[in-house]
């Protein structure tokens, strides 16, 4: 039985591996293959990435309340999936292989195509997160099935940050090894689509149907929740703390460590040591509870990170140690989260409110992605007017060294308090 139980997780988890694959190109080949290869502006391109991202993130909280509105025992979170698959499938695929020949076209095949991934994408994540959430029963079982998505996601991100590259390499030409992957793409995500369909559990937690003719009201109720509310404040500085080094990375790698070439490696050390410690962190969160355990992940977090303002030019080993470290904590934020926003929907303090379960991971997602808006809207104009520009010698490398290290461990101080302070029944 307990072999069952464990395959039932794996079933759950595959869909993060080609979620995974989607995310870290998009983010990190767009400006890259449309600027290079197609010749747009950095500038038009940042403005088409910015417009759909605010796109993307108001869409969360709406189409989290439309799932939960139409959700029904013949019509449930699997059917969604299904319905935001080719969505997600045709916009990377379009991405990587446009069909326009003019900058004009270009910048129209981008934007449509980023508006059907997008969309595709938070269509089958929330129900993916709130179907998570669904066959769970208890703290320890939601910490074991976000852990299972979280190690097929950073299996995902390792795929994602070679392949490209590889294949880049192997055929000298960046558009056609993308091109190439967004079409290897079509079978992998084919099989683990039919792996979750066929093996993935079936929700034991069905939630009370929603008042149709209170639609409005209803799309924001879980923020009437105190407790959400709290969790949501420990998300917000948690998150920004992550988001800003990942920001960074790069300008910090180049510009204070002076080893631009090998800036992925760093990158793959990072994620690999996280998906490293989740077994660990499940452990820890099943004897000292979730809120316990994340609070000793953020702790280690804040001192592995703060080693990261001492680094020089060419500590490449120190770096290295700071990474496998701040990664080991990272796990604790790739799974507990979760597990505790799961086991607060299903807690009795949330009794009156049961069915707006993807509400919940809509207004979740939303606060994610405005955390990566932010990362970018505050951390880089503020190290603008600290005279810090990419690649100067007279750049205030201080100040990058300042925002890349100290400031997320402020940050993450910040979510320590809220969440010590934060009240939370744990089963």
Not at 136 to 147: D, M
Not at 171 to 183: M, P, R, V
Not at 284 to 295: C, D, F, P, R, T
Request: include cysteine.
């Amino acid at each position: 039985m307990k072999f069952r139980v464990q395959n039932l997780y794996i079933a759950y988890g595959t869909i993060s591996l080609p979620i995974a694959m989607v995310a870290l190109p998009v983010y990190v080949y767009v400006p890259k293959f449309y600027g290079q290869e197609l010749g747009i502006s950095i500038g038009t391109i940042g403005l088409v990435i910015l417009c759909l991202r605010i796109f993307d993130a108001i869409q969360d909280p709406a189409i989290g309340m439309i799932c939960d509105l139409w959700k029904s025992k013949r019509f449930g979170r699997k059917h969604y999936i299904g319905w935001g698959s080719p969505l997600l499938l045709v916009g990377f695929i379009a991405i990587f292989n446009p069909l326009t020949t003019s900058q004009t076209g270009h910048v129209m095949w981008l934007t449509m195509s980023l508006a059907v991934l997008y969309s595709g994408l938070s269509i089958i994540y929330i129900n993916y997160l709130a179907l998570g959430a669904e066959i769970g029963n208890n703290a320890h079982e939601h910490t074991k099935i976000a852990a299972s998505r979280a190690c097929f996601a950073i299996f995902g991100i390792t795929v994602a940050s070679a392949t490209p590259e590889l294949l880049s390499a192997h055929y000298e030409n960046l558009a056609k090894g993308l091109s190439i992957f967004s079409l290897a793409f079509i079978p992998v995500f084919t099989i683990t689509l039919l792996v979750f369909f066929s093996k993935a559990p079936s929700p034991t937690f069905q939630p009370k149907p929603l008042n149709k003719n209170r639609f409005t009201s209803q799309i924001l109720s879980p923020l009437r929740n105190k407790q959400f509310r709290g969790l949501l404040g420990v998300f917000i500085f948690s998150g920004m703390a992550n988001a800003i080094p990942g920001l960074l990375i790069l300008f910090f790698v180049n510009d204070i460590l002076q080893t631009e070439n090998i800036n992925w490696v760093f990158i793959l050390i990072y994620f690999l040591s996280s998906g490293i410690a989740i077994p660990f962190w499940v452990n820890i969160s099943k004897k000292l509870g979730e809120k316990k355990a994340w609070v000793v992940g953020m702790l280690l977090a804040v001192v592995s990170f703060s080693g990261a303002f001492f680094i020089k030019s060419g500590d490449i080993a120190l770096f290295a140690i700071v990474c496998v470290s701040s990664g080991f904590a990272n796990g604790s934020d790739l799974t507990l989260p979760f597990s505790i926003l799961s086991n607060h929907i299903h807690s009795k303090l949330n009794d009156r409110q049961p069915q707006s379960n993807s509400s919940y991971f809509g207004i979740w997602q939303f606060v994610e992605k405005t955390n990566l808006g932010l990362a970018a809207g505050l951390s880089l104009p503020i190290l603008g007017l600290l005279n810090y520009q990419p690649g100067l010698l007279t750049s205030n490398y201080m100040a990058l060294q300042f925002m890349y290290a100290l400031v997320p461990c402020c940050l993450k101080l910040i979510g320590i308090i809220l969440l010590i302070s934060l009240k939370m029944n744990e089963k």
